[in-house]
């Protein structure tokens, strides 16, 4: 498996700003995903976070609203930008140590927009 | 579209009893199905099935995947409050997860 961190654990935002969200592994992991979990919902893939390279977003989700980085193999930032109320959900990053193995997850992080 | 569905959605029983949670899915290029237990925020990984009609098992909880039929069932004996969250199914296609909705199990003593 892989230790996973996510921070902050929770904030709570103005409608309008912005959240960075940090997830960090402690090795080297080729991929590494960033999931949204609405209130009463299931998880829904954002992206995939690519080392080197652009995010691959799914549909329904852009860059100009959530980018990515990926400056290494043990690291990633997720921003969500431009903050509105439905952005209020639990953020998770997930990693998937081996190749079609299992993927773990981060603690998450509960984002409220007021 | 790839689709995961979970039943029951919500589920109440007392402790000690045996409980059965079902998972179906319709996935391009299926390669595993995946359950997790959720109770804060984080999922927690449980089991991932690649082959049909074998059993994986750990204390009390046990899963089982049917490739043919396409759905996989996990089972919890002698249940505790513990065991009360979110249990999660997802089937790994070519890309991605694809998650189910969830069954909120709720264990009263």
């Known amino acids: 498996s892989a230790v996973i961190s996510q921070k902050p654990s929770r904030d709570i935002c103005q409608r309008g700003t912005s959240l960075t969200i940090q997830c960090q592994v402690d090795?080297?992991?080729?991929?590494m995903f960033w999931y949204r979990q609405q209130p009463g919902q299931s998880l829904t893939l954002i992206a995939t976070a690519n080392q080197g390279s652009e995010a691959t977003y799914e549909s329904g989700f852009v860059i100009d609203k959530f980018p990515i980085s990926r400056p290494n193999l043990t690291f990633s930032t997720l921003t969500v930008s431009n903050l509105s109320p439905e952005d209020s959900s639990i953020y998770l990053c997930?990693?998937?140590?081996?190749?079609?193995?299992?993927?773990?997850f981060g603690p998450g992080t509960r984002l409220t927009v007021l | 579209e790839d689709k995961v569905v979970q039943s029951p959605l919500s589920l109440v029983v007392h402790e000690g009893d045996t409980v059965t949670l079902n998972c179906s899915y319709e996935v391009t290029n299926f390669r595993s199905l995946l359950w997790y237990k959720q109770e804060k925020k984080a999922p927690t990984f449980l089991f991932m099935l690649?082959?049909?009609?074998i059993e994986k098992k750990s204390g009390r909880l046990s899963s089982i995947l049917d490739k043919k039929e396409l759905f996989s069932i996990l089972n919890i004996t002698a249940t505790q409050t513990g065991d009360s969250a979110i249990y999660l199914c997802a089937a790994q296609g070519a890309q991605k997860l694809v998650f189910g909705q969830g069954t909120r199990l709720t264990i009263n003593p």
């Open positions: 997930s990693v998937e140590p081996s190749a079609g193995g299992e993927q773990f």
């Open positions: 690649t082959s049909s009609g």
């Open positions: 090795s080297q992991v080729t991929m």
